[in-house]
Structure formats: C-alpha cells, structure tokens
C-alpha cells in the first residue's frame, strides 16, 4: 500500500478517534461541574474545589448549559470562597468576569470575597451591582414563557433581593443577602429543570 493511499485511510480514523476524545473530555468535565455543585450544595467546599479545579482544567472555557450559564471559573470561584480561600477565590472570579462581565454571580462572590478580605466599600459596591443584575436577569426571563414559567416562579428569590438592598444596608448585611441569593440561584437550577420535564409529562399526547 503506497504512503498516499495510507494517509487518506489513516485521515478518517484520526479525525473520528480525535472527535471521541473530545467527546470524552467533554463529558467528563461536565460530570466534575455536576458533582462540584452536588458538593457545594451539600456542605463539601473543600471537595467541590477538587472537582472544579479538574473541570477549569480540562476545559477552561466550559460553561454549564442550564439558563443560568455560569462559566467553570465562576463555580471555583464560589467554592474557593465557602474554603476561605479569598485569594484564589478572587483569582478566579476576576477570569469569569473576564469572559464575561455579565456573569452577575462571579461578580455577587467577588463582592464578597472583597468583603471577607476587609476592602468593605468595594465589596458593597459589587454586591449591589451584581444583586440588580441578578434582579434585572429575572425579571426578563419571566417575560419568555419557554423558561420563565419555571424560574423563580414566586418571585422569592427578586423579594429578597428587595428587601436586601432596602435603605442602607451594611456590607456584612448585604453579604447575608447575598449568600441567600447565591444557594437560591444554585437550587433554582435543579428545581426549575424538574418541574419543565413533569410539564413535558403532563401533556397530552
């Protein structure tokens, strides 16, 4: 068999063993994200870095597929602040806020994160922006009937946001409010996919 002939068969192969191998990374980068967040909303900070560290790892630019789409440095991000790690917290907050300056929930921790490393005012400046943004990202999702009837159906998630930014309040009483807002956006995800797949079940068929 002549080298030419062996490279056009040789092309295919590679191409499609390429492909599956970044099938492969894919998933198993999305399986990190998804037991990261298993973790954080369990309690395990310590674990959840694991996970997101070896997800930031494999695929840099990953962001989750659900409404709201947050970018794996934003996940390492949050759960380097619930360690304590304020530096490495910020570190990754500033690289999802670099791809993304919307990303309303990377800014909400780095406002804390400034708060828990003592530069208050800067913090409560973040905080109050992300919290608007966060306000504001609901408020137009309600309008869109395809996802909006299945997020913040009660609008407490918007109520608390409200009530946190009322009068003045301090940094420390605004980072209670965020740290609410931040678990509720987190649970919001999951029960927002359930109750859209019970109402695809629900039709008639």
Request: proline residues 3%.
């Amino acid at each position: 068999m002549n080298q030419t002939r062996l490279r056009k068969l040789l092309i295919p192969v590679s191409v499609a063993a390429l492909v599956f191998v970044t099938g492969c990374a894919t998933l198993q980068t999305k399986q990190n994200v998804q037991d990261g967040r298993i973790a954080l909303l369990t309690g395990r900070p310590d674990d959840a870095v694991n996970y997101f560290s070896r997800a930031a790892e494999s695929n840099p630019n990953y962001k989750t597929s659900y409404t709201l789409r947050e970018s794996v440095w934003t996940y390492l991000g949050r759960a380097y602040y619930e360690t304590g790690k304020y530096p490495e917290a910020r570190t990754a907050l500033d690289k999802a806020l670099a791809s993304d300056k919307n990303d309303y929930v990377a800014r909400l921790y780095l406002g804390m994160t400034f708060v828990r490393s003592n530069d208050r005012d800067r913090g409560l400046a973040e905080m109050e922006t992300a919290l608007n943004g966060i306000h504001e990202w609901l408020e137009n999702l309600a309008s869109d009937s395809s996802v909006g009837n299945y997020w913040d159906t009660n609008k407490q998630i918007r109520k608390n946001i409200e009530s946190g930014l009322a009068g003045k309040p301090s940094a420390i009483e605004l980072v209670v409010t965020a740290q609410r807002v931040g678990k509720q956006l987190e649970e919001e995800i999951d029960r927002a996919q359930r109750d859209n797949v019970q109402s695809l079940y629900r039709q008639p068929r």
